[in-house]
C-alpha cells in the first residue's frame, strides 16, 4: 500500500509548461481518476509517476520514499518503482504471444516458473482473453491488445496501478464489464489505483476521488464523484461531467432573464446574488433536471423535438428564443402522458439549477 505525492511539481516541453506547480496526493487503496480534456497534461502526470518523464521542478514521492527530486538530482528509473502501469498507446510487445506478454513481469520479478503459468492464466482470465494465449497482437483487435497490457499490469501484483485510457478501445458492454472487474480487483488487491480518463462516465462509476484537469494544467477541483458531478466548482467542471444545458442570463430589474431575448427565467439564487454585478451570468442544468408538463406551473416553453431513444425520451425544448434539451426516463414520460409532437407547448419547471461566472468560453452545442 502507498501513497503518491506531487509536491510543486512543474514540467515543460520545449519551452511549453505543460504543468506547474502542480501539488496532490493519492491516498492508499483509492482509485483516484485524473478526468479532463485531450491535451490537458493527463498521461504527463501518469508518466512522471511511473519514472519515463522527469520532473523539472518539484518532488515526486511513492509511499515513504522520494522518487523523483531534479533538485538533488534524483530521480529512480521505472523499473525500480513497482508499478502497474497500462499505457494510452497499451504498447505491448510485438514478437511476444500473449501469454508471454503476460509473463514477462513476472520474469522480471524472478517469480519461480510454476508460479508464473498460474498467476498469468488468472490475469488472462480475468481480462476474457482465455483462448488466446498463444496469439500475437497482431492478430488481436485493438481492443484485445488493450486487454493485454491491462493483464500485464495486473499480473504483478503491484501496489499501485496507473491506467490510462485502458478501456478506450473496448465496446460498450465490455467497458461496462471491465470497469466494474477493474474496480473488484481494487478491492480485493487493495492496491491504490491512477486511473487517467476523459471518458466521465468511467470516472463517475470507478472512482473514489476525481480530479478535474483543466486545459492549462491545473486540477480545478479534486473530490468524491458525487460532489464534483453535484456540486461542479465552476462551469468547466459542470460542462465536463455530461450532457449540460447552459444558459446565459442577465439580471434585469432584480429579475433574472434570458439574455437573448430578455424572456423571464428562473430566479436567480440569493447564494449567488454576486453574480447579478456581471452583465451576464450562467443557467446550468442537466437535461433530467427539467419537468415538462401539458398544462399546470411553470415556464411557457415549445417543443422543437421529442425523439424516443429506447429507455428515455429525448426533447428539445425552447423559452422565448432559448433552446435546451431536455431527457425523461420513458416509462415516466407515457405516465405523465409528456410524448409531444414537435411545435406542441408545454411547461417547464427546472429542478435542480447551477449558477456560474460566464467565462465566454462555451459555444452553445445543440443537438
Ligand atoms: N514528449 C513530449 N514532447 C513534447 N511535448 C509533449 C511530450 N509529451 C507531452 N507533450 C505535450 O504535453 C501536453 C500534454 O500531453 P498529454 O499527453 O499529457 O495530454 P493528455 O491529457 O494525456 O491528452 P489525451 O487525453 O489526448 O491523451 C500536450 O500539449 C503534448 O503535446
Ligand atoms: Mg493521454
Excluded at 501513497?3 to 515543460?12: A, W, Y
Excluded at 513481469?105 to 480475468?126: G, H, T
Excluded at 486545459?215 to 456540486?231: K, L, M, N, R, W
Aim: with cysteine.
Amino acid at each position: 500500500m502507498a501513497d503518491i505525492i506531487f509536491k510543486n511539481v512543474s514540467k515543460s516541453f520545449e519551452g511549453k509548461q505543460v504543468l506547474k506547480d502542480l501539488s496532490f496526493s493519492i491516498r492508499s487503496g483509492e482509485c483516484f481518476t485524473i478526468l479532463g480534456p485531450s491535451g490537458c497534461g493527463k498521461t504527463v502526470v501518469l508518466r512522471l509517476i511511473a519514472g519515463f518523464e522527469i520532473p523539472d521542478s518539484g518532488q515526486i514521492i511513492i509511499g515513504d520514499e522520494v522518487v523523483a527530486d531534479p533538485d538533488k538530482g534524483l530521480c529512480k528509473a521505472p523499473e525500480e518503482r513497482l508499478l502497474g502501469v497500462v499505457f494510452q498507446d497499451y504498447a505491448v510487445w510485438p514478437h511476444k504471444t500473449v501469454r508471454q506478454n503476460v509473463t514477462y513481469p513476472l520474469e522480471m520479478q524472478n517469480v519461480p516458473k510454476e508460479q508464473r503459468r498460474e498467476r498469468s492464466q488468472r490475469a488472462i482470465d480475468m481480462v476474457n482473453l482465455s483462448g488466446y494465449e498463444d496469439r500475437l497482437p497482431n492478430q488481436l483487435s485493438g481492443g484485445q491488445q488493450q486487454r493485454v497490457a491491462l493483464a500485464r499490469a495486473l499480473v504483478a501484483n503491484s501496489d499501485i496501478l496507473l491506467l490510462d485510457e485502458p478501456l478506450t478501445n473496448l465496446d460498450a458492454n465490455l467497458r461496462e464489464e471491465m470497469r466494474f472487474e477493474i474496480k473488484e480487483i481494487q478491492k480485493k488487491t487493495n492496491s491504490t489505483i491512477l486511473y487517467v480518463t476523459h471518458d466521465q462516465e468511467v470516472a463517475l462509476a470507478i472512482s473514489d476521488r476525481i480530479a478535474i484537469m483543466t486545459p492549462t494544467g491545473d486540477f480545478c477541483q479534486i473530490s468524491d464523484a458525487e460532489t464534483v458531478y453535484e456540486h461542479p466548482v465552476n462551469l468547466f467542471g459542470f460542462r465536463f461531467l455530461g450532457v449540460a444545458n447552459c444558459l446565459r442570463c442577465t439580471q434585469k430589474n432584480d429579475k433574472t432573464c434570458l439574455a437573448e431575448d430578455g424572456t423571464p427565467f428562473v430566479q436567480l439564487d440569493e447564494e449567488y446574488a454576486f453574480l447579478a454585478a456581471s452583465p451576464t451570468f450562467i443557467a446550468g442544468f442537466r437535461p433530467m433536471d427539467v419537468q415538462l408538463s401539458r398544462t399546470g406551473d411553470g415556464f411557457d416553453a415549445v417543443v422543437e423535438r421529442c425523439t424516443l431513444l429506447g429507455n428515455i425520451v429525448d426533447y428539445r425544448i425552447r423559452i422565448g428564443k432559448t433552446s435546451f434539451r431536455v431527457q425523461a426516463q420513458t416509462e415516466d414520460a407515457i405516465q405523465n402522458d409528456i410524448i409531444f409532437t414537435a411545435g406542441e407547448s408545454c411547461k417547464a419547471i427546472f429542478d435542480e439549477m447551477h449558477w456560474f461566472e460566464d467565462d465566454h468560453t462555451f459555444e452553445e452545442v445543440l443537438v
